[in-house]
């Protein structure tokens, strides 16, 4: 099956400096959630801005569905591409947080009784209902990262780019966005693309993983085989999720490690409760 994204061989980097990433080649399936891992300045950033069109492929190409994306973000925000900002502050300008993630369905030309539902559902998929006629300024740094979500949310894209999403929401909102996130891409058959520090929460929500570093991908696959190599993660500047971590501090010889706090516990209870 063709993929919803497919990034072929992409050569990435900022301004005048020279390529940050090197022939990057993942794709992701509609109603799918990849994961984009890697140490600060490894190029995560960089590459959801060449995937949106703010910066040029300087090698490669990207396509949706098949056909190759015209160049530059408006040609990709129309063919459905969506990219949520890393600093809120980059994205958010509306006055009120209602006004704001109206924005990008009134510029879809959509009419005001469909412009007002999107609203209302992406402001409730985030947890952000009876928030809408606070002023963006007033927002929690929080609250700001979910108003962004909203409003990428609110235009239905189809491929849709997250950058940090959870980063600066509290453990509990960190674990609903995990949700979220899923359930997103699942009933609205978008290809979802987080950039993310949060590899507890990982497995929560991706499919697969794309691991950075090194200028390059060094690997790409699901949870378990991409968090699987010890010596990549830590060239990479990564560690496992604790779940993972804690089966090899404990040496416990059953693989593969859970990836999940919950397997972890599911796996270990048995192995308790016959020693007591
Ligand atoms: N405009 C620019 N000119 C020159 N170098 C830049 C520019 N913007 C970013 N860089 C550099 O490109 C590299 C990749 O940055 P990027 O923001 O993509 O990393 P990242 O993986 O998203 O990092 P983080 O996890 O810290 O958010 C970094 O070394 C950064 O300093």
């Known amino acids: 099956m063709t993929p919803r994204l497919w990034v072929e061989g992409v050569s990435a980097g900022p301004g005048g400096a020279r390529a940050v990433l090197t022939g990057v080649s993942l794709e992701v399936r509609a109603g799918e959630v990849v994961a984009l891992l890697g140490a600060n300045g490894c190029g995560k950033t960089t590459l959801l801005r060449t995937l949106m069109g703010l910066l040029p492929e300087r090698a490669g190409r990207t396509l949706l569905d098949g056909a190759p994306l015209g160049r ?49 559902a992406a402001l409730a998929s985030v947890g952000l209902q009876g928030l809408g006629a606070r002023e963006v300024e007033q927002l929690s740094f929080g609250e700001k990262k979910r108003a962004c979500l909203a409003g990428v949310l609110a235009l239905k894209p189809r491929v849709l780019l997250l950058d940090e999403p959870t980063a600066g929401l509290d453990p509990v909102g960190e674990r609903e966005a995990a949700g979220l996130l899923r359930r997103v891409a699942r009933e609205t058959e978008a290809a ?31 949870p378990e085989r991409a968090f699987a190599d010890a010596d990549l993660l830590t060239r990479a500047r990564l560690r496992p999720p604790a779940a993972m971590e804690l089966w090899e501090r404990l040496g416990v010889p059953v693989l593969p490690a859970p990836l999940t706090l919950d397997a972890a516990a599911e796996r270990l209870r048995p192995l308790l409760e016959a020693r007591s």
């Open 72 to 120: 530059g973000a408006a040609a990709r925000a129309a063919a459905g591409v969506a990219l949520a900002f890393q600093n809120p502050d980059d994205q958010l300008f509306g006055a009120t947080l209602d006004e704001d993630v109206a924005s990008g369905p009134r510029a879809q030309g959509l009419r005001e009784v469909e412009v007002s539902a999107r609203v209302t």
């Open 192 to 222: 979802v693309l987080v950039a993310t520090h949060a590899v507890d929460e990982v497995p929560l929500f991706a499919d697969r993983v794309a691991i950075l570093g090194e200028g390059t991908l060094l690997a790409f696959g699901p």
